[in-house]
């Protein structure tokens, strides 16, 4: 079933690839329905999910593929990968429904999607170690034609930058990797084979490279302040869907793989260094609100408060892994916030992105202040972004209030204050998406804007759907709390 | 001495084919001379059936200990084989209107023998054989459009190179006989680490060696021949010579080094940082390219320095052997298919020229784009498995520095491979782009298929490359 999750979008990619002659129209809707197959398998998934099971990894599959070195394939999920993958698959979904300029290649641009959404899905399903790099960077090569074909004015520069940078990141994770892989005995990439051997456990030099070599490959991805500088232009040259993908879900394989690697899987090396990560966790913290504050070009702004966000999951993977064991349910309380956060994450962010997919397409503008008083013209446009942005900022009742008040809580049993300079970061961003929701909704309409379109129904249900779920998540949040609690509990607990 | 010529039946096809293919070069009329590219391939096809015969058989040392039947060189002759078919596939075209089109088989089944002879040797003369025939018959090849001053000069670079460097391998063959007493690598084994005595002289010999297989590889410090051969010489020709003579280098000079006594010469730090030398030089020299053929001649220097870092851990690595074949069956891959793509199109080299190929042309754009992402190592392409095994083995080798430096150099390497596919992908065709006929497409696309299947079947081929031997 997981497996099938992958190979559907992966054979769409191939058909649309292939084919010939289809209209816009015919792409698009193979698009949605090859995204939205994985979707439905994922949430069938979730039902047969077991709470209650106890094991690692569930409804795994497995094929070998290189097994004189011990590569397989193997896919599972648990109580972590479970939501990621299922929130990445339904943003998929929305970001190719969403409408966009398909500059005359629609085929292609469907296609390189669906091949981006199998490979997302790949990286968060596999429990193999090689095959999570395989996707790591075949997510890198799908997003670099999406943004370089059918991004804006300087693209290319930003595509190449984006790939040079986050493919830099990668391979210094391989090689942390490899030097995990030499450490096992017998020589497996197996995941949960390798949590259970904990292999560099008791070498600490060489622990701490390799534990240093994810830090910078993952912290790349994720970003980590101060190597977030790839992030701004992908995002502003990128077509709009593809930023919310690049957001909601490249991003988050930045953090997961902080979880599912050296946090799972070094345990006392990361308990070791685990004050450092939060420390590079509340500067990214800091530092993205404070410059998304200091940002007009609606993108950016946007862009900068992902440094934001990234910046509290990793905070609260930082805290879960603080130490080898006690104060056991703080830390499990920051790991799940730091789940939820990874969800609320990209559902939100996702929302908001596509939305200045349609600022675009209206006006091809992303300068704020051009913009003013659209609430008068534009009434489904502005709910839907004031309630993104509400989000954003953690008003109690959506999905980042969930998130951001279980990483707090946690993190202030382990490094309170820590937790208390991150909690400035709140504060900023309120005061930045208020005063982003008043310039450009509010005040005097100008001229230029009277004949402004609302929200169509494609994109008004899109947008219906993901905020539909960030409004189910702030609260009604126990079914996906139970679920990550049950991946959470084991990662934090004493072996 | 025992002749078991059933153990050199693949070179024989070789040598019988290219006679014969010279036969009917000299006696086809001009339209037929195409008919001597059947002929090689009839030869190359029936050493590749012996050859497989072969691998069923056991690992062993034949004619008196002169001549490697392990599976290290078995591998190594299949893959130049494969890769001189991609290449005779590549030429019928491009060579239509050249009077002496069928001769020119001849010397490329000869230079393939030469390869195939470094990548069995046993025997320290055996090698200088291999590496003389390779060489002549290379330079031949790189020289072949006469009448082309670049091609000439191409042909004179490569031929003084090679004159320099040939010279110093039979000069380093003569120190090592001195010193043990024999050329045959078993009795270098046990002689070598007894001649401690004058450790001056094998570190001498030790030297020469390396240079004149570096000649061979296209490696540091005696790459210079790469890129002009690359860009001046006919494209199937350099196609052939950045990729074949590399194959049986690179296994000769895992053979002869495991030979050496680590404690009396410490050749593994040397040898690192000749790969070392030779990654950096040549990605920084492919950086700024805007010939495509030169770019692709740069980025062959680099590669074989990532095909010494195999070479530095050989025998220290149990995984060195296996990612040594498979990083020059990926490399063989990658890089034929982009020379191809450059043959299809008739030789075209300026990157502006490139513009919007994916547009008219969206088969060749991806073939290119998956030899120059596989060249990279960008999964799950060839290139890839040959490089995270070549990374594992330096790193389990205590060569972690090295594979650092590898990275930097591969994130260096991509730059570059996208300066390159970014017009053909991101920009509009400003021009319509001819291109060369079947033959060349079908090696070219064969190439690029192979280029992604041995990246996904990298299972059998790592299962069987790491039964093999090195031997002595």
Redesign the interface.
Known sequence: MLSAAVAVPLAGAAVLALARGWTERAARLFAIVATGVPAVLLVAAWLRFDLGSGQPFQLVEEA??????G?AWRVGVDGISLPVATMAALLFVAAVAYPEDYRGRPRQYFGWFLFLDAASLGLFLTLDL?VF??FF??SL?GMY?LI??WGHAD??RAA?KF??YT??GS??M??AI??L??ATDPLTFDMAEIIAQQPLAGQATRAGLTLLGFAVGLGIKTPLFPVHTWLPPAHVEAPAPASAILAGVLLKMGTYGLVRIPLSMMRDTFSRYALLLGLFAVASIVYGALVAFGQNHLKRRIAYTSVNHMGYAVLGIAAAGALPSGQEAARQLALTGATVEMVAHGLVTGSLFLITGSFWRRAGEYDMDVYGGLASRASALTGATVLAAFASLGIPGLAHFVAEFQIFVGTFAVYPWLAGIGLLGVLVTAALFLQLLQKVFFGDLPERWAEFRDLVPSEAATLGLLLALVVVVGVFPRWLLDTIQTGSALLVATP | MTMPVGHVVPELCLVVAGAAALVVALFAPRRLQWTAAVVALGGIAAAVVTTADLQAGPQQLTFSGTWAVDAAALWAKQLILVATAVAVGLSPEWFRTDPRHGEYYTMLLYAALGSIMMAGAADVMELVVGVLLASVAGYTLAAYHRRCPRSAEAGIKYFLLGGLTNPLLALGAVFLFGLAGSTLYQTLRLGLPAAASDPLLLVAAAVLVAVGLAFEMGAFPAHAWVADVAQGGPAPAAAFLTVVPKIGAAVAFARLFTLLPPEQVGWRPVVALLAAATMTLGNLAALWQDDLRRLLGWSAVSQSGYALMAVVVIDASD?AL?ALLLFLAAYAAGNLAAFGVVVELRGRTRLAGYRGLAQQRPWLAATLAVGL?SLVG???LAG??GK??L??AT??GGY?WL??LA?AN??VS??YY?RVL?PV??APATEPIPALGGWAAAATMAAGAAAVAVGLA??PL??SF?RAQLLP
């Not at chain 1, 070998?64 to 070195?69: E, F, G, K, M, V």
């Open positions: 070998p593929w290189i097994p004189t070195l590569v090689l790099y395989v960077d075949l090569v034609f370089g074909r693209a290319q190449l790939f040079l493919f830099a391979l210094v391989l090689l490899l030097a892989y030499l | 995984l296996p992402l960008i999964p799950p890839f498995a995270w095994t990374f594992a790193m389990d972690a594979a650092v990275v591969t994130v991509l730059f996208l970014a992908y991101f990298a299972g790592v299962d790491s």
